[in-house]
């Protein structure tokens, strides 16, 4: 039976806010995606919130890092937390995977480096294109070799840590990343999170993007990220769910 822990990279608050929106929780969704994928499969969350954890992590099979909120080049108490449990995941020399956030804290805990995005993507990244042709037969099976993806996020990847490769990019930033000596495959997309649920978390967010929109952009904006699930046919899942069979 593979046993999977999957990491929230949300704080306390973070995971309120979604509970606010009516959203489930981000790590319910990595798990929820999980137990479809891998039926027999043991799936266990960790936060990192909490004032203790005690985790064996020898017990796990792999590690899978959810999205999250905030910058991982400041220096707080989640950072720190987050950045810690990283490390020591990494010395396990398990498959990890890593969404949005999550390929922010293992870049940065394994020597590279996230800068502010100067043009943010909200609700999706377009024309991602795949530049390395090395998982075409493994976890971008089956996809498209330019393809849009759900995305949101304010900070992107300047300098990937070393032994890894760009797989995919489009003109905003790197898109993927992978590691096959670690076994270890991050994307600054959210192939686990649909269109329209990106675009609810955005309404209850709704005064981060006044900078950004104007009322009527924005609301065309979640319409277009309703339509755009409706029209996704699954595709969005097609890397996650080629990662999780490697242990089928």
Same mark, same amino acid.
């Given at each position: 039976?593979?046993?999977?822990?999957?990491?929230?990279?949300?704080?306390?608050?973070?995971?309120?806010?979604?509970?606010?929106?009516?959203?489930?929780?981000?790590?319910?969704?990595?798990?929820?995606?999980?137990?479809?994928?891998?039926?027999?499969?043991?799936?266990?969350?960790?936060?990192?919130?909490?004032?203790?954890?005690?985790?064996?992590?020898?017990?796990?099979?792999?590690?899978?890092?959810?999205?999250?909120?905030?910058?991982?080049?400041?220096?707080? /108490?989640?950072?720190?937390?987050?950045?810690?449990?990283?490390?020591?995941?990494?010395?396990k020399n398990k498959p990890i995977w890593g969404s949005c956030w999550g390929m922010q804290v293992i870049v940065t805990a394994m020597g590279?480096?996230?800068?502010?995005?100067?043009?943010? /993507?909200?609700?999706?990244?377009?024309?991602?294109?795949?530049?390395?042709?090395?998982?075409?037969?493994?976890?971008?099976?089956?996809?498209?070799?330019?393809?849009?993806?759900?995305?949101?996020?304010?900070?992107?990847?300047?300098?990937?840590?070393?032994?890894?490769?760009?797989?995919?990019?489009?003109?905003?930033?790197?898109?993927?990343?992978?590691?096959?000596?670690?076994?270890?495959?991050?994307?600054?997309?959210?192939? /686990?999170?649909?269109?329209?649920?990106?675009?609810?978390?955005?309404?209850?967010?709704?005064?981060?993007?006044?900078?950004?929109?104007?009322?009527? /952009?924005?609301?065309?904006?979640?319409?277009?990220?309703?339509?755009?699930?409706?029209?996704?046919?699954?595709?969005?899942?097609?890397?996650?769910?080629?990662?999780?069979?490697?242990?089928?």
């Open positions: 039976m593979t046993k999977i822990l999957v990491i929230n990279g949300w704080t306390k608050d973070g995971d309120q806010q979604h509970k606010d929106a009516k959203c489930i929780l981000q790590k319910d969704i990595f798990a929820n995606i999980i137990k479809i994928a891998l039926p027999n499969s043991e799936v266990t969350i960790l936060d990192t919130y909490p004032e203790k954890n005690d985790y064996n992590l020898n017990n796990f099979d792999a590690f899978m890092w959810t999205g999250g909120g905030g910058n991982i080049y400041e220096i707080n /108490e989640h950072n720190n937390s987050q950045l810690n449990f990283c490390k020591k995941i990494i010395e590279g480096n996230v800068i502010k995005c100067e043009t943010p /993507e909200f609700g999706l990244s377009k024309d991602i294109e795949i530049i390395n042709s090395k998982l075409n037969n493994s976890i971008y099976k089956g996809k498209g070799k330019i393809f849009d993806a759900p995305a949101h996020h304010f900070d992107i990847i300047e300098k990937i840590p070393s032994g890894f490769e760009i797989v995919s990019k489009n003109s905003i930033c790197i898109q993927s990343i992978y590691s096959s000596a670690r076994n270890i495959f991050c994307t600054q997309y959210h192939s /686990e999170l649909p269109y329209d649920y990106i675009a609810n978390l955005m309404i209850f967010w709704r005064n981060n993007y006044t900078a950004y929109f104007t009322e009527d /952009e924005f609301d065309k904006k979640i319409l277009s990220l309703k339509k755009k699930e409706e029209e996704d046919l699954g595709n969005r899942l097609i890397e996650i769910n080629n990662w999780l069979s490697q242990f089928d």
